[in-house]
């Protein structure tokens, strides 16, 4: 592994034969080393690793870390406080020349080290294992044994005297007349005499192990964290047509009339607004309404069938306005705490100027003609993919890279990629690596609905979030299973008591460290998906996957105002392409509709900004429930202070009821105590006793409870007011 | 990692941005690459990976593998015989420049492929996936597309034959004129007409395959095989003192009188004779008796106190004879079948000529004298270890090898490994490896009984076969987790019905692949060893331990004639030292003795040499029997044919009885028909029916029934003869 590898190399070259600390099984890590891991800024990276060495000599241990762009004590020392580690810190302040800090390691058992830091910049973060045999820390130890056995001699303290003399050399200032000293002590002739004190004085092996050798000290290869951002892993996505957005029926939407909407997706909660492609349409093979192939002269077309004598993908669509309105929407925008989302889809419409100017990123028929998208018989002659293959691949990738430049520019930080999967992968790997060294903090959302390899493959190359499969996980069992997959992270090989068990995921062949690499992001439709689910469960089928979508996953978003009002309608039976999709026609909302969802969506993304314990995946946990129309999980903060347990009928057709058998203990909750479940939809509180506690939800009324666990009761008073 | 990384720059390096196609977590492997998995001749590897594109093209992928030293066309074409690998072996036989042969991958479920080859000369065996994506095979499968939706124009037909023109340019003789034909068709005028013979000829495809680019191909990184002739793993160990192997009492035991043993040894039936150290011994703190400060003259001292006036590591003790009689010995053991393995101890007494010639390869002390070994309070006079950290450490470790170099030359072509945990790892990856590239057919056997990382780490750096902690195995549950820890493979990740169901270890924190690379060796009993269980178990249990270990290992062995003769006298209550241990003193045996277990210990290595399915340790399979003093375990040969069913009475003390209960579908038993169990170690045969039956051991006479399980009986008369 280049892990391994590394290491293996620097233990060769640094001091040949005599490196005899071996660094096995490090994590996290992805592939080897081969990708980063991610974090966002604040998180805690917690590293293990198989450290030890031949014989019987004591070792030491360190994790190092350094962001790559830090200056010299750029971030702070983190970790435990122990007096070790104050001991690792200022030997890093002292070696920060290269800004490298350093915390050392704590064995576990069976040779397993742990040590932790804290990545509080956003970038990219590199982290290392350095071990070392330590000759004075082994001298020491078996120092109290022959106290032990009364057997220690002149020559024993003699041998400690020439140890601590070497590290003189390495010390500095009143270390080193410390050490200086202590060599003279141990030297002299009342030594033998004062032998108990010399091993029992703590300061001296302090002292020693802050100027410990490591002329042979065994390197493991750099592994790296990506550091994004919170809203990498917290975010709440609203996609919407611009062209939709007109206040009045009969009129193109604007980026001002975007601008208008924008009080309403905040009072929903909103954070990430996402667009589809803002820019010109071509009009050759334009798609009518419903997908039909032929087109009225007063079609609008599809968004994603990109590129005109107006522009391409770096020129905004006439009827939706100026690049001036784009930029005045973002500022507006973010007045309202709201990231504009631009969508990336890399295909040209056979009237993109790419198709004149670049031919050869064409792939082109022997009757001269371009290969237009088909998968037979289906062909869609309104879109020219790209052709990667083209010997003239480097322009190809240094033009789709400047479209991303492009927008940037404009103020966008927040990207949807539309299709990656049909692009290769080392382009993804190159295209976002540069843009996250120039802009650290642009955030991109795959639209890969493939294989989960491929999907996951994406995730690692540098995607900061992904679409999942979650439209299409309506059970029980298979959302269980699929968070199951989705949350797991390289598992300590020591497990921490009370720490979640990771069960075997429901995919034999998923990486058993997901959660280090892709953050799922849910959503309960798009423009591309209106499930069967949501087609017949009517209203309360829209509240309960809102519901899932919102609490399962700290990314989720919606397509609106089609989800807020309920549209259920297919193109056709079997289809899940909406009836009159906003894909090809322009649709007028009526964003005071009675019957609109938004007043419930904006409370549970209330519930979300409130509660820490819903702003990220990792902690989330199954309960149990004897019906298997009711699903109940529970997520927590970090410092498990924020409790939240959710129920959600996944029968949009009948009142289910039945009892949720609660792990009291791993939930720090009082077997002995009642403790309050407050209802944050509903408003209402239920006091709890044990374990098993009965719940009923209702369909016509709301078919979920986002409870916040409350541990402890104060006094009796209270529980009359709670119920 | 190594393999990824490697990848990555073939993908970077040959066609840069346009090697689309991705090899993810491939299996086996160690580490990443970092160490050789491990083989014997005519074993097979299964190796699959990941392997996918971006996309919808068609992709094909295959495995590589070489002889590291392989002549070309040196290995035959392995792996299934299909039409698909035909091809495969064709194209490498016409690439065997390098020596390269090649096997198609196939698809399973998941974007997981996999193929397999057969090792079949000892040395080092490389081998390699390569992965591409094939326009012709996209072309071909969308033109059965086309052809079932009726749309195929003379323009798809024109672009396979360009497809096929510039493959022409890839191939030879027929083949290319065969390629130039097939493009003609294909733009022929009546191409079209022809159409749908066109898209069902299948000479065309496999044509075409054979010829595929590889232009933009990616290949992984090599990963190595490690193949060891068969004895590597199947072996069966006697270890005895040369000195107490003289015929008549009183008298030092020669090398001659080994010699004169090797009957007994042959009848027994083992193949590996393994001698304690034969070199001059120390007389400085020489030991006595029982390992007493105070040595007499007459005293012996341990063979492992090596090195004395007469020499050191390449010299062989007076009194055992010469090297003449050394060289004899070898040669007479080769005519029973017989290899003599030697004992490696680099450890020096202070007569050693190494003291003297090289004082810079020990650790002085202020006071100039060398330090001795100690565990405080515990001083080991008698024995200076090396001083790996010495600067002089290349002198000392080229000396260290050229002690393996001086037996094999002596026709030694076994060595087992006195304590290598204490020694560097770096020492022994160069040291084995060295050896190994020089001389293939070596053997190693680690004396590491230390903790198990450092046991597995010495596996993986090379040594062949490890000791274990069999001896403090006793229970059911040990015993069962332990060998279920040491017999896992990477597992398949797409299980073959049947397969063998892999439970989590043990202990949480080993690696999950130990029978890649680690080599158990089980002893019932060393010098070192009288475990609690023999010194109090008596015959029955030496009985029950040395069945457990000939049939759980492949590779055990005994330290006779102690164990034989049941020797059960520990130096002083709590010891697992014998009393009047032979590494102080000589004994003379009689190997008549009446009560000996040479006769039960030869039919139980008959049974191993007659049954491949006690010949590796993969297969076991753990079975329940409802009696926690009975274990039951099966063993079956790679082909399913031989299927060894063992049941031993783990109570040295009491009758036992319970139930077997079997999983007769996973045996391939038929739960219709009667099956025979016939005791290869009573004769005695039993009818058995159906899940459960019956079983009864009885400590006096023989605790255990290795069953030779009889799958179909042929007639009712053999009922009656078998009953």
Redesign the interface.
């Known amino acids: 592994?280049?892990?391994?590898?590394r290491a293996?190399e620097t233990?060769?070259s640094t001091s040949?034969?005599?490196?005899?600390v071996?660094i096995?099984?490090v994590r996290p890590q992805i592939?080897?080393?081969?990708f980063p891991i991610k974090r966002i800024v604040g998180e805690r990276v917690v590293v293990e690793a198989?450290v030890?060495?031949?014989?019987?000599d004591a070792i030491a241990a360190a994790v190092r870390y350094r962001a790559d762009d830090s200056a010299s004590g750029a971030l702070p020392a983190a970790g435990n406080e122990s007096g070790q580690f104050a001991v690792a810190a200022q030997r890093c302040e002292s070696a920060t020349q290269d800004g490298w800090h350093e915390v050392s390691m704590t064995p576990l058992?069976?040779?397993?080290w742990r040590a932790e830091f804290t990545v509080d910049r956003v970038g990219t973060c590199r982290y290392t294992i350095v071990g070392w045999v330590d000759p004075f820390l082994t001298w020491h130890r078996?120092l109290q044994?022959?106290l032990?056995?009364g057997?220690v001699t002149a020559?024993d303290l003699?041998?400690g005297?020439?140890l601590i003399a070497a590290a003189t050399e390495r010390a500095e200032g009143d270390d080193q007349q410390r050490l200086v000293e202590w060599a003279r002590r141990l030297r002299s002739e009342e030594a033998l005499a004062h032998r108990q004190q010399i091993g029992e004085d703590a300061d001296l092996p302090t002292l020693m192990l802050r100027y410990a050798s490591r002329e042979?000290a065994t390197t493991h290869g750099e592994l790296q964290v990506t550091v994004d951002r919170e809203r990498a892993r917290f975010s709440t996505w609203y996609e919407m047509f611009p062209r939709s957005a007109a206040a009045e029926p009969g009129r193109h939407g604007t980026l001002k009339d975007v601008a208008a909407r924008l009080p309403y997706v905040a009072t929903m909660g909103f954070d990430v607004l996402y667009l589809p492609p803002i820019h010109p349409i071509g009009t050759s093979f334009r798609k009518g309404r419903n997908n039909s192939i032929e087109a009225t002269d007063d079609d609008v077309g599809s968004p994603w069938g990109i590129g005109s004598k107006e522009g391409g993908h770096k020129a905004i669509h006439p009827d939706l306005g100026s690049l001036q309105d784009f930029r005045q929407l973002v500022g507006a925008a973010q007045e309202y705490g709201i990231e504009i989302a631009l969508d990336v889809a890399f295909q040209c419409s056979p009237d993109h100027p790419y198709v004149t100017e670049h031919p050869q990123w064409f792939r082109h028929?022997?009757?001269g003609?371009i290969q237009y998208a088909e998968?037979?018989?289906k062909k869609y002659q309104d879109i020219y993919p790209f052709e990667?293959?083209t010997e003239d691949?480097?322009s190809l990738?240094n033009e789709l890279k400047s479209v991303f430049d492009f927008w940037i520019e404009q103020g966008v930080r927040i990207f949807r990629v539309d299709n990656p999967?049909?692009?290769?992968?080392?382009?993804w790997e190159?295209c976002l690596g540069a843009i996250k060294r120039e802009h650290a903090d642009v955030l991109f959302l795959a639209e890969a609905f493939t294989?989960?390899?491929?999907m996951y493959?994406l995730a690692k190359l540098g995607f900061t979030q992904s679409y999942t499969y979650f439209a299409w996980r309506n059970s029980k069992h298979e959302l269980t299973q699929y968070l199951m997959e989705l949350t797991r992270r390289s598992p300590s090989?020591?497990?921490a008591t009370g720490a979640r068990e990771l069960p075997a995921p429901a995919?034999?062949?998923c990486?058993s460290n997901v959660a280090e690499f892709f953050r799922p992001n849910f959503w309960p439709n798009t423009p591309d998906i209106l499930n069967e689910h949501l087609q017949h469960g009517g209203r309360s089928a829209f509240m309960a996957r809102l519901t899932l979508a919102a609490t399962l996953g700290a990314n989720y978003g919606i397509y609106g105002p089609p989800f807020e009002h309920c549209w259920s309608a297919p193109r056709e039976p079997g289809s899940e392409e909406y009836l009159d999709s906003e894909k090809y026609q322009i649709h007028y909302h009526d964003l005071n509709r009675p019957d609109s969802l938004s007043n419930f969506i904006g409370r549970i993304n209330r519930v979300r900004r409130e509660h820490a314990a819903l702003q990220s995946n990792e902690t989330v946990r199954f309960h149990d429930v004897d019906n298997d129309q009711l699903i109940c999980y529970s997520k927590s903060s970090e410092d498990c202070s924020d409790l939240i347990l959710v129920v959600v009928n996944l029968d949009p057709h009948h009142k289910q009821s039945g009892f949720v058998n609660l792990p009291l203990a791993d939930l720090d909750l009082d077997a002995s105590q009642p403790y309050q479940v407050h209802d944050l939809l509903s408003d209402s509180r239920f006091l709890w006793h044990g374990a098993r506690n009965y719940v009923e939800l209702a369909p016509e009324i709301v078919p979920a409870h986002i409870f916040q666990v409350r541990r402890r009761v104060r006094s009796e008073r209270d529980f009359e007011y709670y119920l």
């Not at 592939?31 to 081969?34: C, F, H, L, V, Y």
């Open positions: 592994m280049e892990a391994v590898n293996e233990m060769r040949e034969g005599r490196c005899r071996v096995e099984d592939d080897a080393g081969r198989d030890f060495c031949d014989g019987h058992v069976n040779d397993r078996e044994k022959r032990a056995a057997q020559v003699a041998i005297a020439d042979s028929r022997p009757d003609t998968n037979p018989p990667f293959e691949w480097r990738w999967h049909t692009k290769p992968f080392p382009f190159w294989r989960p390899k491929i493959r090989l020591v497990r995919e034999d062949t990486p």
